[in-house]
């Protein structure tokens, strides 16, 4: 059973949860009715979706804490080679603060990169509570730190701008050109720099957070911006934000949903509750749409990928760990169920990787 909750009164929940005055907004914004999922075109820039006002699905879902850590499921005989502190490894090489070195095709210097950043984080804090070595933990507060530091404030909002051009799937017409935005970086951050506030007891990474949180409710400004897309009335926090269609990436959403799950954990939030709920509720909804029978799953569910038979092993196997993690923060064992299948469809597929 599902209810329908706008993110207008997630937001106005928010504001009464923080100040006690009922603050009542209205709010217009215009938006296509029945944007197709097809290949976009860029020269003519899609509207923003309707943050304001659209509404999404729910289940009641609340965040269980004792869900196993999706990050920090390798294990410590693994350490060398997910994050050696040697130089054995040029992509794990980082700078004299320990902030991870980000090389790009066609770039000479390191670029800011939001989710290698989050990743080599996220790796260092597993580190860290595996050994003890303070290594780790030094490596891991000086990459969040030069996220955070390169990020940019629009009121009161920290959001992670990609600064170079970028076309999923080698397709041209897909092409983010810059500045764009990712809500799967910015849902890598809440669990990054919630778990450091976790292990440091450093209130500034606590209210980092909450500026990265409050691009989650944010309502976009034409050209500004934005992640969050409720158009076709799911509720879908986008891996690829530009001037381009949603394409609604699978394994970038849960992401984000693990971040507000994080966060959640840190707040006890009720808008990170319920933005977390429709979020888990949109992959339960949406299953058949990208799920390939006997076959390795789209990577998103747009039509895009259909089409594109955009179609990843790896990335197939993936998400499927995802959905069991889903399983565990929800307490709902239809997710362990579609990943059981997902896994099926996996080894009647012939695929490998």
């Known amino acids: 059973m599902t209810a329908h909750t706008s993110i207008r009164t997630v937001v106005r929940r928010r504001i009464l949860a923080l100040t006690g005055v009922l603050i009542v907004a209205a709010l217009t914004v215009s938006c296509s009715a029945g944007a197709a999922r097809t290949l976009p075109t860029p020269a003519a820039p899609t509207p923003r979706p309707s943050v304001a ?24 005989k693994d350490i060398d080679a997910v994050i050696p502190l040697d130089d054995s490894n040029p992509n794990t090489l980082v700078d004299d603060d320990g902030a991870l070195i980000v090389h790009w ?67 041209p017409a897909l092409t983010m050109k810059a500045p764009w935005w990712s809500g799967m ?46 158009s076709d009335g799911d509720l879908w926090f986008e891996e690829y934000a530009g001037e381009v269609a949603p394409l609604h990436v699978v394994n970038g959403h849960i992401n984000a949903l693990l971040g507000l799950a994080d966060y959640d954990g840190m707040t006890a939030d009720p808008v990170a509750q319920t933005l977390f709920d429709g979020g888990a509720t949109t992959i339960l909804e949406t299953f ?8 390795i799953s789209y990577y998103c569910a747009s039509q895009y990928c259909a089409d594109s038979a955009w179609q990843p092993p790896s990335y ?10 889903l399983a ?20 009647r597929s012939g695929a490998t990787g």
Do not use: C, K
């Open 316 to 325: 197939h196997r993936g998400v499927s760990a995802q959905l069991v993690t």
């Open 53 to 76: 006002a659209d509404g999404f699905a729910t289940s009641g879902y609340r965040v269980h804490t004792d869900a196993r850590d999706h990050y920090g499921r390798w294990e410590l």
């Open 288 to 295: 058949g749409t990208w799920r390939v029978p006997d076959g």
């Open 185 to 230: 970086a910015q849902g890598q951050a809440l669990s990054a720099f919630s778990r450091l506030y976790a292990r440091t007891g450093d209130a500034t990474w606590r209210t980092a957070a909450e500026a990265v949180f409050a691009t989650f409710t944010a309502v976009p400004a034409s050209g500004g911006p934005w992640f969050v897309d409720t």
């Open 105 to 171: 095709p066609g770039y000479d210097d390191p670029v800011y990169h939001p989710v290698s950043f989050l990743n080599y984080t996220m790796n260092a804090i597993h580190a860290h509570d595996l050994t003890g070595d303070a290594e780790y933990l030094r490596r891991a507060i000086a990459t969040a730190t030069a996220l955070r530091d390169g990020g940019t404030t629009v009121d009161g909002a920290l959001w992670f701008a990609y600064p170079f051009e970028f076309a999923p799937h080698g397709e």
């Open 328 to 347: 565990e923060l929800t307490g709902d064992d239809r997710f362990r169920s579609d990943a059981e299948l997902l896994d099926q469809d996996y080894a």
